[in-house]
């Protein structure tokens, strides 16, 4: 009896364990789009308990859409309590297990790609944090795309991005700028490459929101009755109207043009093929999502794709391509992994035990053992050079700092093993130029190794890789002196401000250096200690109780106005910048000491990466690109600043964050102390604080530029403060913060910030500062959160314009004074009271958003113009664009472009005016346009109707004297058009222009020995034609649909404009009439295998009313009929197409610049209709015309640096062949 049970207990323990033979180890739970309060937690919780093993230790991970429908609001917001619910019973989901939970941004947690999408990600990732529970993590933070290594296990390692990062269209941490450790797409990927590469021997999982591959909705993929009856694809709708064919419109939409978040979209192809290409490199490895409402895995290149977003609804799924499974069912994937290392995905469905479907992963392969490459000895210095790359110097590059860059040196070598009783490496670090490594000692401290080399090419646009671009971007590293970082430390302790102590090491072929051996071996670095953490032994970084970010900084600011900036200490050390000609001086490039005193911390700045110190070129081109219009924060270290404010371009952010409490005074007086302490005994001493070897060749040169900014340095900071003090931010906290403006008598305006007590009083007074008219245009009040006051007094009448941005709360504002102050809010949010108050409220949470990145500097650029065809021949000339910036003006508040331009064919000019003022009143804004041509500007003219003849061969007639023949058809005028029109935004792609239009038209009569057409239909008329000016006022409306992907390179999108005119004659001899003009384009690319893109356009128009000639409906063969003269056909109306086949033939990368080249073909057709008072067309013989003019062709096209389009194309019509040469399509 007791051999049977023991029998029966083997019998059931050997089917407990899985078919492998092994037991679980681990259990890891992806569930996706769980962002609903309808979420079936009970029907997960249910399936997940059936399927658990308490023993075996699990982790929950969320794949984003964790908020429905526009993530986590603000706290004040009515709907925030139900939207912490929902994220709140996915993270008790994994709790209720013992498990830990990983939290990761989707779409729609990132506002579902609207503006306030970057605030609401970091709002989330707050409220998870402060629940404060070890075991609930939301990766990545900050609105980072990642990747975040979390090591599941000691053979699990789970890597996390945020693939909405690389879709969002609108702010989002990128660029220098950012906090980020990858700033850019090109980062993320060679840090995804760099974290597999190091866990090669373990399972990897990749963790994000969008899919590599599926086969759902965003994958274009719908139903029969998706396309039959459109309207029950909208939720909870459900109308079975028939619409075929209509229907059909959005789901092939979605399929080949599809929005960002398609996987048809190039920015979402963009994302998925860079992944893709890392993920392909490393056998086994796991990538999860969420995204569409299925389960789906998908194999491909030995990579398992996982998609598992069905956990509150679902959709369609189709299974082809690599689908191997597909379920329209909710649920969630389940991961075992066992304890011989393979795995088992689990596609559970809610409330049931039994797995959908399963899929069985293999144990990845044994590790390779590598014997130790044992104890290594270095030698204690090397004599080495920095570079040997820059060796070429003439004048247009110019001499540099080359000679230091080939110096020879003694250096140190660094040991890992010794140095600080040995290293260890972090991570790989490194900015758009610099290879680096961030390391810890034993206690806890850390450091970077740097490369003294620069590697630019991430700095250059994709565009120009591989270019000379590149190459020249390179050589100009040649103008950062390659040990300027070892000065700076003693000129910065005289100057009291803070600073890092780098030294230059040589990195010898350690095998410490791991996975980064490759690149770090034998490389010339600086080594220094990395401003981080606790620092209070550290007098260089100030004893500070702890070193911040930038980014914490702000948010500490925020979070509590006890909280304050040490901004005497900031401008001194940014004046600093400017004496030792640092430009390069962004958020990134600083950390701060953070000096706590009670509950108030002060925060002061340490410099960081002082590798633009000194930073110069002589040559020629740098003259050039430095100036104003294009890149002056190059000017370089010169004896004097040319522009100051261009010189600080790169801390633009920065300086207007830090600096926006300080009176002129108060610059002036910490730029003469910075004088005093820079005394001509220290500046000649930190010289010699370079190699020894260094010193002969720009010692001296250096010491004397020191010394000339220097003495300049009152008016530099003079002039800093002017720029910064013409708009200045006041910033308040999230907490309640009092406001008092106040209106002096000599037009000053004085702005005091105060806390608000418990007892809501005002408290700490944490700002104050005095603006002066002749100073200062615009002062910006923000609020943020908390319920704030905004208290405006005083009589006189200033000339300062004041905005009140309110925040999260119920803010009050309360105007006394006889200065209008513009209001904005969000509508019930805000309790109004006084006088002259502008509100400009809004039911749109945007509206009080602070955005500390909005400011621009204005712009004006000189312009070069030129054209070409067969009527005109060249047209030369040129002109300039003045583009300035006002607040929350998009993309600018006025933009002017004047052009003028010379045909010496013709002797003909034309002046063109176009002024652009953007959000005039609210979302309106105003175009005016002014066209001016004159005094012998050429068309044609061949007669009114379809089919007129233009005679080829006229000018054989010996006695009308013409060059050509086309000459006859001559007709020459000078003509103005004047148009101002309101303009308003419909949605993001549509946009109406409405206003008053002038004309005024001249046709100059011909001399009397020239022959003319002109002059014998002048004849013919019965009013006069010729020598006659004639006037025209009316009014004229503009409609326009811009959904393309690119202006210049268009490959998908559809194109919509109509324009309609009412124009009276406004003299005796001028008619009325009305004019209307619609075309629509539409562009879509295949892959045949080539990239071929259709183009298609079809438009027309039609004329009503008494018109002149110039004013008919002309098919013109320069923009509508290829293969014909310019304004060939004229008529009452007229109806056009074009039919255009573009194909990319080759992608090359040219030394001189990259390009797409390719052919195209067309096919051109067209007409017109005219009736003259008999109803005839004059052009027949039988009054009567249903001839179509067709023309067709070919050409070539390239797109150099892939930012606009050269074409050329040869155009056969019934009249003979055309050429062009275009700068663009046709359309």
Partial sequence: MITRFCSFLLLFYTFSIPLSGQEKAFQIYFIGDAGELSLPVNGIRESIRANHDPNVKAAFIFL??????????????????KMEQVIQA???????????????????????????????????????????????????????????????????????????????????PEGDDSPCDAKRPEDVVLKLEELMAANAEKRIIVAAHHPIYTYGEHGGNFTWKDHLFPLTGFDSSNVYLPMPVIGSIYPLYRKFIGNRQDVAHPLNKRYRNLVRDVLERYPNVIYANGHEHNLQYSWKDSVHYITSGSSVKTRYVKKKGYAQFVSATLGYVKMDVLSDGSSQLNYMAHKKSEPLHTVKINKLPSASVTSPDGERKFPATVTVHASDRYNHESKWLGKNYRQEWRQDITVPVINLDTVYGGLKIVQKGGGMQTLS????????????????????????????????????????????????????????????IYHTNPTVVFIPDDPNLGIYRREFANVLALFEERPAGEAKDKPHFGNADKVISTDKVLLKLAEDSDNSVDQEFVVRSRLFDLTIGDWDRHDDQWRWAVIKDKKKETYRPIPRDRDQAFFYSDGWLASFWSRRWILPKFEGFRDEVNWTPGFMFNARYFDRSFLNGLSKEQWITQAKSLQAALTDDVIQQSILKFPKELYQHHGDEIVRKIKARRDQLTRYAGEHYAFLAKEVNVVASDKKDWFTVSHESNGDVRVDVFKINKSNEKSSHYYSRVFHPEETKEIRLFGLGGEDVFEVNGEAKGKIRLRVIGGNGIDSVANQSDLRVALYDQTGDVKISGSNISEKLSDDPAVNTYDRKAYRYPLLAPLVYGNFNNDDGIFIGGGFLWTKHGFRKQPYKSQHLFLASYAPLTSSYNFKYDGRFNQVLGKWGVDVDLDWKAPNFVNNFFGMGNETEFDREIDEVEEYDLERAVDFYRVRLEQVDYRVKLTHPIGSYAKIKFGPAFQKVEIEDPESDEARFIVGYAASQEEPLLDEEKSFMGGIVDFEVDHRDHKALTTRGVLLKHSSMVMKGIQRNAGDYTSHNTALSFYHTFRLPARVTFAIRAGGGFNTGNFELYQAQILDGKTELRGYRKTRFYGDSRIFTNSEVRIRIASFRSYLFPAHFGVNAFYDAGRVWYQDEFGNDPSTTDGTSSMWHNGIGGGLWFTPFNLTVLSTEFAHGEEGNMFYIRLGFLF
């Fill in 64 to 81: 984003g859409d964790n908020i429905y429908p526009k993530g986590l609001p603000a706290k004040h917001d009515n709907e925030r309590k």
């Fill in 437 to 496: 490594l961030r390391l810890e000692d034993k206690k806890g401290n850390e450091y970077t190794l740097r490369s003294v080399e620069k590697f630019p090419e991430k700095a250059v646009p994709e565009m120009l890789k591989k270019t000379f671009a590149q190459d020249l971007v390179q050589d100009q590293i040649s103008a950062a002196h390659p040990y300027g970082a070892l000065v700076v430390p003693f000129l910065a302790e005289a100057a009291g």
């Fill in 90 to 172: 996915q993270v008790d989901l994994g709790l209720s297990f013992s498990s830990p939970v990983y939290v990761v941004p989707g779409n729609h947690d990132w506002d579902r790609d609207h503006k306030l999408g970057w605030d609401k990600i970091k709002r989330q990732q707050e409220w998870i944090d402060s629940l404060n529970n070890p075991q609930v993590f939301f990766y990545p933070k900050g609105g980072c795309p990642g990747p975040i290594e979390v090591k599941l296990t000691d053979n699990v390692v789970l890597l996390i991005i945020d693939s909405q990062w690389f879709l969002h269209p609108w702010d989002k």
